[in-house]
């Protein structure tokens, strides 16, 4: 099983970056556009998991404590540098609640033998990706034109704003990887 950990989007919000993705998907038509459907804030990719252990991680994760922390979702990004865009994202700002969240996360799963993140948490919501979609910066980064126009376009417009939520869970989901792209299956709910 493929799995990972993350916070869904309030529906309104969702409706509000659907309408805007609509209007700018025609800018980067080469790139691979994430369905609005399958929109999270990813806390921790936990990656292949076998699933003899999933109660063990469920679990585990039921002791996980946290508290609801107001997420602003507003402007937009390249990963890893505008020039050698591969990842189009809107950002997301919030308090230390969604951060100490994350940590605690990572905590708890690490004592399961999963990998501790290396890098600090950094929330975002993935929009669209052109060649392999890895942010990471190597040194054969070259000037990539898959997302020129959309920059071009997004940097005529004001920066958009989709609205703020506080959410009461987290959930795992397991994800199925298909031709037509990835398919996100909502596991269980925890508590915040």
Not at 66 to 84: H, N, R, V
Not at 151 to 173: D, I, R, V
């Amino acid at each position: 099983m493929r799995l990972f950990l993350a916070l869904d989007i309030d529906p309104l919000i969702r409706g509000r970056i659907a309408q805007f993705m609509d209007g700018v998907r025609g800018f980067a038509p080469d790139a691979r556009w994430v369905s609005a459907e399958s929109l999270h804030i990813t806390l921790k990719f936990i990656g292949e998991w076998p699933g003899e252990r999933l109660q063990e991680l469920k679990r585990a994760l039921a002791g996980v404590r946290g508290q609801p922390a107001e997420i602003t979702f507003s402007g937009t990004g390249f990963f890893p540098t505008p020039k050698s865009a591969r990842v189009f994202w809107i950002g997301i700002q919030a308090g230390p609640e969604l951060a100490s969240l994350a940590g605690a996360v990572d905590a708890t799963t690490s004592v399961l033998g999963i990998e501790k993140e290396q890098r600090p948490f950094a929330p975002h919501l993935t929009l669209a990706r052109t060649g392999s979609g890895r942010p990471r910066r190597v040194s054969s980064d070259r000037a990539n034109s898959s997302f020129g126009r959309l920059q071009e376009k997004l940097a005529a417009m004001p920066a958009p704003a989709f609205g703020t939520m506080s959410p009461h869970e987290f959930l795992l989901y397991e994800s199925k990887l298909l031709p037509k792209g990835a398919e996100y299956t909502k596991l269980q709910s925890f508590p915040l």
